[in-house]
């Protein structure tokens, strides 16, 4: 059976520049997933898992490795730009995998409105002068300005930022440990990580399914399988070893700020945006508020969301190539071998949707909860594809990786879901359907998917 396999075998060129080592997918990783993301949902984690944001980003980390897993598995079997889409379209059936990546895409057009949203606001309050909107254009045109040049630059900025966020996040974790033991905040607890007094299973998957927005973005590493020199192989590792240090980084600064915050019990009630930089404020002082505010900001705005507007853009490249998508956004700069149309496609959305939820006073609560839906929906199915192209297909006999993983890893991400907002769940099914009408015009039009090296007859 085909374990390892080149992208000119599916009847694709080289387009994109070869050009980005492990390192650079690792790091690409956690910029996507940023160490620091709990800072700014912290309090809602908080709230959600009863007081055990630990024992949230725990659980998550846990079910997203079985999902990382079943990434290095596909990722071998295709090696190709479009991640879940290909997977679930080359493994099931394309009419599959175009539903599968219109899922995922919900997710990876609402991700960067949010980033810079939440960048924008957090710069008006340092800069009221300059209005939200305004900072907004503002974001989106640097980013897109760098992503145009080419995935080389957008690595090496990339590299520089995650250093400066790693350099605040130790800065909190030094200043945070030293202030418990000198007594401040609850002192050394196991509370953040299990509470019997309100720990229940629903609660807990509840609250996974806010903490995993920290996570979303280590699938993204699998979008520049045609960039990397190593190929599958390295993108497989690469993924797992972001998962795992992100997961790492998360645990450990979650668990020092829920001994740190102020008022615990208020906190249960109240979802406070702002309820890490208040447990920053009693670790340090008021300067350790600004600086871990100011860096959740730049982060958010400027890191982050570089590499978010990447991998949707790869996305769109990638269902364009295979005519599921307007054409014009398969096209490639020649000069920087980039998905040019496809960026600045992602950019004008990011701007329109950021600048009208800008003018709502609950824009990022609303844009917050109907995140990871679609990501949690692709990702049951990336699994179902496993089991499908190497076991039902390829008969294999590696029973672990092939069948045992992907089922425990569905169950839990089935979890997930089913103790999600509300609002996500009732978007993510409108979203469906839009998909599903899509896909019977398609048919209706005699363009229904097709994939190169997989058979007409399939669905």
Do not use: C
């Not at 520049?17 to 390192?23: E, K």
């Not at 996040?169 to 607890?189: M, P």
């Not at 590696?398 to 609002?423: D, E, Q, R, T």
């Not at 469906?432 to 209706?444: D, E, I, K």
């Amino acid at each position: 059976m085909r374990t390892q396999q080149s992208i000119e075998q599916f009847g694709y060129r080289q387009e994109l520049h070869r050009g980005v080592g492990l390192a650079d997918l690792v790091f690409y990783g956690l910029v996507f997933m940023v160490p620091i993301a709990p800072f700014a949902i912290f309090g809602l984690v908080y709230a959600e898992s009863g007081g055990m944001p630990v024992l949230a980003y725990l659980v998550g980390m846990i079910a997203l490795l079985f999902t990382a897993s079943s990434y290095a598995q596909m990722v071998k079997a295709f090696p190709l730009s479009g991640s879940v889409y290909n997977y679930a379209g080359r493994g099931i059936a394309p009419p599959v995998g175009f539903l599968t990546g219109w899922m995922v895409l919900l997710d990876y057009i609402l991700v960067p409105s949010l980033l810079y949203l939440v960048a924008s606001i957090a710069m008006n309050d340092v800069i009221p002068a300059v209005p939200v909107w305004a900072w907004v254009i503002g974001f989106v045109a640097v980013n897109t300005t760098i992503n145009l040049r080419g995935i080389r630059m957008t690595i090496r900025l990339t590299r520089v930022m995650i250093v400066g966020a790693l350099v605040v996040l130790a800065l909190f974790l030094l200043v945070g440990v030293w202030a418990l033991l000198q007594g401040k905040g609850r002192g050394f607890s196991l509370a953040p990580l299990f509470n019997g007094d309100t720990f229940s299973w629903p609660i807990v998957f509840a609250a996974v399914s806010v903490a995993v927005l920290s996570f979303l973005g280590f699938d993204g590493i699998s979008m520049l399988v045609e960039e990397s020199t190593g190929g599958s192989e390295q993108v497989g590792r690469a993924m797992r070893l972001a998962l795992v240090l992100a997961g790492v980084l998360f645990i450990t600064q979650v668990w020092v700020a829920a001994l740190l915050v102020p008022d615990p019990d208020g906190l249960l009630t109240s979802q406070s945006d702002t309820a890490f930089y208040d447990a920053a404020a009693v670790a340090g002082g008021e300067w350790l508020r600004g600086v871990t505010s100011i860096a959740t900001a730049l982060f958010w705005g400027l890191a982050n969301t570089l590499v978010a507007q990447v991998a949707v853009s790869r996305l769109l490249y990638a269902m364009a190539r295979d005519r599921q998508l307007p054409a014009f956004l398969a096209r490639v700069s020649v000069r920087h071998s980039v998905p040019a149309n496809a960026i600045m496609l992602v950019s004008a959305l990011s701007v329109g949707l950021g600048i009208w939820m800008s003018l709502r006073d609950d824009g990022v609560g609303v844009l917050s909860s109907l995140i990871n839906m679609g990501a949690m929906v692709a990702f049951v199915v990336l699994h179902v594809s496993v089991i499908v192209h190497y076991t039902l297909r390829g008969r294999s006999r590696a029973w672990w990786s092939h069948l045992a993983a992907p089922l425990i890893g569905m169950a839990i991400l089935i979890l997930v879901v089913i103790n999600a907002n509300v609002l996500a769940q009732v978007l993510g099914l409108i979203w469906l359907a839009l998909g599903a009408l899509a896909l019977l015009v398609l048919y209706l039009l005699g363009r229904r998917p097709v994939l190169g090296g997989v058979p007409a007859d399939r669905f």
